[in-house]
């Protein structure tokens, strides 16, 4: 049952993420008074659709990605009421509107958040979760224990705590909870997991250099309980705009790491993106949703790169047209595109290949 809720909820993320960034299109070109021929969800054959208006509003087979069909913009020449009749600045507000969403809906999900669950103010000793089937659980540990030490380390500095776990995978641990008043010595193996981690590097307060660092590390599947505080709908709001800017800033100083050189990326496909917010939806809902909050940073970001048929590279197209003060003949603009998703595709089922690898291949 905890499966299927978990990819229910995965599928309701997706779903978001896609309607957020085609109705982000889909509305500046309505308010632009650009036709726009279809609004659909997924992509393939046609499931089911209904015609409003101008305007087909299709739901496809393969349930990744969408798209918004304005007229004029694939490489027709100028129609009246097309994308390529309009001003320069309209047709910059339609492709960028897309990216721009995802961090409205980024920032939705934070105020959401703290709205919902409250802010964290601190984290306590008292085991609030134990993963069914983790050592943990195998060891006979509960929720509500209170976990007293881990190899002598007290509870007093969790920290330190969390790092006897973290450091000894595959190895016995000796902890001591307390249930009932009573103390129980317990025997932990944490189970071996690889993870890949960003270390970064500051100098003066500016972030100057990200290094990729593989490891192991030991998980025995607890969630601590945490203390947080309830804010009203003003305070939610305003944190989660707050965290909301923090993240955007952190990505984008990230990313002209890699551009810079200073920085290795990581790239996950579908599979690897599913796997990663199946495992935060069985953490807890709360890290389900802050992952969630976080991808659509991600992906605001992905498409505003000038790759040949993402929003980027739509957008560059039209900065080349401002500066010679005449668009690129749309047929060659379109047979660009086609080619860029086309290797995008590529790209995608390469990554997903290697993600499956690393899920399921040989560790």
């Known amino acids: 049952m905890e499966t299927l809720l978990y990819s229910v909820a995965i599928v309701l993320i997706f779903g978001a993420v896609i309607f957020f960034h085609e109705a982000g299109h889909f509305l500046i070109a309505k308010l632009g008074r650009i036709r726009v021929d279809e609004f659909a969800l997924g992509l393939g054959p046609v499931l089911a659709s209904f015609k409003k208006g101008e305007t087909q509003y299709s739901l496809r087979a393969v349930p990744v990605g969408g798209m918004v069909r304005v007229a004029g913009m694939e490489g027709e020449e100028k129609v009246r009421d097309g994308f390529n009749s309009r001003p320069l600045g309209v047709r910059v507000g339609v492709i960028?509107?897309?990216?721009?969403?995802?961090?409205?809906?980024?920032?939705?999900?934070?105020?959401?958040?703290?709205?919902?669950?409250?802010?964290?103010?601190?984290?306590?000793?008292?085991?609030?979760?134990?993963?069914?089937?983790?050592?943990?659980?195998?060891?006979?540990?509960?929720?509500?224990?209170?976990?007293?030490?881990?190899?002598?380390?007290?509870?007093?500095?969790?920290?330190?705590?969390?790092?006897?776990?973290?450091?000894?995978?595959?190895?016995?641990?000796?902890?001591?909870?307390?249930?009932?008043?009573?103390?129980?010595?317990?025997?932990?193996?944490?189970?071996?997991?690889?993870?890949?981690?960003q270390e970064a590097e500051y100098s003066g307060g500016k972030l100057v250099r990200v290094r990729t660092v593989k490891r192991w590390i030991g998980q025995v599947g607890i969630i601590f309980k945490e203390k947080r505080q309830h804010l009203s709908l003003r305070e939610s709001v305003k944190t989660g705009m707050e965290d909301t800017w923090d993240y955007l800033r952190a990505v984008g100083e990230s990313l002209l790491l890699v551009f810079r050189g200073k920085a290795e990326v990581e790239v996950s496909g579908p599979v690897g993106i599913v796997s990663m917010m199946y495992e935060r939806a069985t953490v807890s809902w709360l890290s389900f949703l802050h992952f969630a909050g976080?991808?659509?940073?991600?992906?605001?970001?992905?498409?505003?790169?000038?790759?040949?048929?993402?929003?980027?590279?739509?957008?560059?197209?039209?900065?080349?047209?401002?500066?010679?003060?005449?668009?690129?003949?749309?047929?060659?603009?379109?047979?660009v595109h086609t080619v860029g998703m086309v290797l995008l595709l590529l790209l995608v089922l390469l990554v997903t290949v290697s993600d499956i690898w690393k899920k399921w291949g040989p560790q």
């Open 294 to 335: 976080i991808f659509n940073i991600m992906v605001a970001f992905f498409n505003l790169l000038p790759f040949p048929a993402l929003d980027g590279s739509r957008i560059a197209f039209l900065g080349v047209e401002a500066i010679r003060g005449r668009p690129i003949d749309p047929r060659k603009e379109a047979i």
């Open 96 to 197: 960028a509107a897309g990216p721009v969403m995802n961090v409205v809906l980024a920032a939705i999900i934070f105020c959401l958040i703290y709205t919902v669950f409250g802010k964290p103010i601190a984290v306590t000793p008292v085991i609030a979760k134990v993963g069914r089937g983790m050592p943990a659980a195998v060891a006979g540990m509960r929720p509500g224990d209170k976990l007293i030490s881990v190899n002598g380390v007290t509870s007093k500095d969790l920290g330190k705590l969390r790092e006897q776990i973290v450091r000894n995978p595959g190895r016995s641990i000796a902890a001591v909870v307390e249930r009932d008043g009573r103390q129980l010595r317990l025997h932990v193996v944490p189970e071996r997991k690889r993870v890949v981690e």
